[in-house]
């Protein structure tokens, strides 16, 4: 399993949400469909903004048995103590993800490896 990538003559230590990324697109991993009243979404989509709402509850004050703050910053590479430091991480990641997804710049997959080295 690739755990770092050279990105611009950059060593980057990926985390284990960008080495999905990169094994759902080369077809090693298999997602799973997530279907809506309008149609099927992106998984890696979903998987953010339902992250995004439970790491929202954390940072104010409300736990939930399902999702733990040191798992998710494991999984998204997240620096800080609480749920509060972690979530502008997390949104800004969210963002960076879907200007890849639309496309945006010449950075698209770029943009979201090299998150990490921008969230401080």
Known sequence: MITYLYLNKKL??????QQALIQA???KL???????ATGNIN???????VHKYHLSLMAKGIQNRQVKLTDLK???GLKGRTAAD??????QLMDSY???LKGYGDENVSEVMD???RVS
């Open 98 to 100: 879907q200007r890849a």
């Open 74 to 76: 494991k999984y998204y």
């Open 86 to 91: 972690c979530l502008p991480q997390l949104i």
């Open 30 to 36: 298999q997602t799973p469909t997530v279907s809506t």
């Open 12 to 17: 980057i230590i990926m985390t284990p949400f």
């Open 25 to 27: 697109s080369e077809g």
């Open 43 to 49: 998984y890696f989509g979903y998987q953010l903004a």
């Open 115 to 117: 998150m990490n080295s």
